[in-house]
């Protein structure tokens, strides 16, 4: 509490703290962390523990042996021997958990504590920064049936007109209270990329919306009701990723705003949360900013090209450090994307980025088989070797190493309770709780925006219908939807259905012929890396865009039927709203619901399924429908 105390001070007074505020957190956070706190505070650190403790590594995946053929994909739910004593004999800083990693919380604990364990016998002590894509919306980790995930951040940008910030901090006081039970104390989230570039990729609905000072609002909101219950909050994209077309997983994006452009629109959100909230971390963009830096660099293919912000200091330690003030902790984003990865080895990755300024690398190698741990030692040898001579400064590498403990030091890192069943038992009494899901469900509802008709009558009733037709991206969807139709209905309808995965439509003409209305859903863009996990899913991802590309052609001829056969129908816009312009034209009722994930059990009511449960509820007229539109849909309200 006493932590909490002196941050919120900070957050007041953030650019005069580092001396004095510094010595008064230093001995406030004696009493507040574990006892064996003070032996790591005054542990003096070699140059390669300081390098360790910025190394954030990925443990998705481990194989005990080295796979013969392909790549390891056996999900690490235990922490091996040679992964602890990597942690342990190396000062590793944190890690990085994905979806393949939570199973459920007595593993998730146990793993957990099993990784805090092995930091705590290396010779720092320090605990380890145990990180995760919890966002909300597209990006979560956590089984959805477990954990509380909500609508994502564009569903909160649609509930500002009506409630201002209230659900994005609602949002992150839930998010913060079910990871920490689990001992996960880093949550790479809120994204407050400015979403004004309609083709983004990756970004979209995982943006507040296209209003700069909106975004910073809600962005702040979350990142201030994250850190008071004690999660290290972590903004992302700087400088912005918000006006992009290309994923930079997959490539090297590039911003052409002017100076000015780039101050008043991508920069606002950050310098804003910066100055009000004092963020635990900011996480980097690998996008070129060419208004920003300029200066150019040789591939390791031997190409000249722009720096991404990554790796450029004019834009790390110019404009975040010295232009925002920001004196927090620089992590970048996962060095394996290939907006980084295609262009540089990952040694030469990591030199620059810390040369830039970057106190953390995330993913910096991969370490899913015995034949690759050697890759660590390696790595923290050409570290060592580019401290030595002068690639990375000393004196920066020092204060770096000090800026990602004095963050340990503020931050309740490991567990409150002493016992893993106590722990457990808490996660459990925590996660998915009763008043969690009301607030998933609340906020589900208070996004549904009516895009069509512009008045509040609609020339229908759902309720006078007898038999629906459900036209979906996917069975698990319509599963879904047709769950919660029967359950808030207080009649029982025969519902019909299509699949867009299905491969045969040859009948669909007769099954819109027999419904009493038709109900079509549709999900763009596609998914992105960031969805699914990241570069380990590359092969999945060129799978997953062929199966887009046959969906988009089932749904836009089925589009054309419905209309001859004049039978009512409501359009779903199950993700990004953009998609409204091409298909909001075919339907009299158009719905935009920003969210379309499912929980495992797609047919569980107050279990994970809320997006459905609230487009039910609005379809039924059950509730009033006050969600606004927070980007610009050509044709609605442009």
Not at 101 to 112: D, F, K, M, S, T
Not at 361 to 381: S, Y
Not at 588 to 603: D, H
Request: with cysteine.
């Amino acid at each position: 509490m006493l932590t909490l105390i002196v941050r919120k001070i900070m957050s007041c007074c953030r650019r005069g703290y580092s001396v004095f505020w510094g010595g008064l957190l230093l001995s406030v956070s004696l009493i507040a962390m574990p006892v064996n706190a003070a032996a790591w505070l005054k542990k003096p650190a070699s140059v390669k523990q300081m390098l360790g403790q910025k190394l954030m590594l990925d443990l998705r995946y481990y194989c005990p042996q080295t796979p013969e053929q392909g790549q390891c994909r056996t999900a690490m739910t235990q922490l091996p021997p040679e992964l602890a004593a990597l942690i342990r004999g190396y000062d590793i800083g944190g890690v990085i958990l994905f979806a393949e990693n939570l199973h459920n919380i007595a593993q998730i604990v146990q793993l957990n504590r099993d990784l805090q364990q092995a930091a705590a016998e290396s010779a720092l002590k320090l605990p380890l920064f145990i990180s995760i894509d919890q966002e909300g919306g597209r990006v979560a980790r956590l089984p959805r049936s477990l954990a509380t995930s909500f609508a994502g951040n564009m569903a909160i940008g649609a509930t500002f007109a009506q409630h201002g910030t209230k659900y994005a901090a609602e949002v992150g006081k839930v998010l913060a209270d079910e990871l920490l039970p689990l001992g996960i104390n880093v949550n790479f989230a809120p994204t407050i990329d400015v979403n004004v570039n309609p083709q983004n990729p990756v970004i979209n609905v995982r943006a507040f919306g296209e209003n700069p000072q909106q975004v910073a609002e809600l962005g702040g909101a979350m990142t201030a009701a994250m850190q008071q219950r004690g999660m290290i909050a972590a903004l992302k994209h700087f400088p912005g990723h918000g006006d992009t077309e290309v994923d930079s997983h997959l490539g090297l994006p590039r911003v052409e705003h002017s100076a000015e452009q780039i101050r008043q629109i991508d920069l606002k959100p950050f310098a804003d949360i910066i100055s009000q909230h004092a963020p635990g971390m900011i996480m980097t963009a690998h996008i070129q900013y060419p208004a920003l830096d300029n200066s150019t660099f040789t591939s390791k293919d031997g190409e000249q090209m722009l720096k991404p912000a990554t790796l450029s200091r004019k834009i790390l330690h110019g404009v975040l450090r010295e232009e925002l003030g920001y004196n927090g902790v620089i992590v970048t984003d996962a060095l394996d994307m290939a907006g980084i990865s295609k262009f540089f080895t990952h040694t030469e990755a990591v030199v620059q980025t810390f040369a830039a300024g970057a106190d953390i690398a995330l993913m910096p190698v991969k370490l899913q088989h015995p034949g690759e741990l050697t890759a660590l030692a390696e790595l923290l040898d050409a570290l060592a070797t580019a401290v030595d001579n002068g690639d990375i400064s000393p004196t920066e590498l020092a204060e770096s190493y000090q800026r990602i403990v004095t963050l340990k030091q503020q931050y309740p890192l490991l567990p409150a309770q002493a016992s893993v069943a106590q722990q457990v038992q808490q996660a459990q009494q925590t996660l998915g709780s009763a008043a969690h899901r009301h607030s998933e469900l609340a906020l589900a509802k208070a996004a549904i925006t009516q895009v069509k008709p512009a008045t509040a009558d609609w020339p229908f009733k759902l309720s006078e219908a007898k038999k629906l037709l459900l036209i979906m991206p996917d069975h698990s969807k319509a599963q879904a939807l047709a769950a919660a139709l029967q359950h808030y209905g207080r009649q029982q309808f025969a519902i019909d259905v299509i699949s867009l995965q299905q491969t045969d439509v040859s009948g669909a003409a007769a099954q819109i012929a027999a419904a009493d209305l038709v109900i079509s859903g549709f999900i763009a863009p596609m998914q992105s890396l960031a969805d699914i996990g990241g570069m380990d899913d590359l092969n999945g991802i060129r799978n997953t865009a062929a199966a887009y590309e046959r969906q988009t052609q089932q749904y836009e001829a089925l589009l054309p039927l419905i209309s001859a056969q004049h039978k009512p129908h409501v359009f779903l816009s199950l993700r990004a709203p953009y998609d409204i312009s091409r298909y909001g034209k075919h339907a009299a009722v158009v719905l935009a619901s920003y969210a379309y994930n499912t929980a495992e059990n797609v047919t569980a009511i107050g279990a994970g399924n809320a997006t459905y449960e609230a487009l039910a509820q609005a379809l039924l007229r059950q509730y009033g429908l006050t969600g606004t539109l927070p980007v610009t849909v050509a044709g609605y309200n442009d």
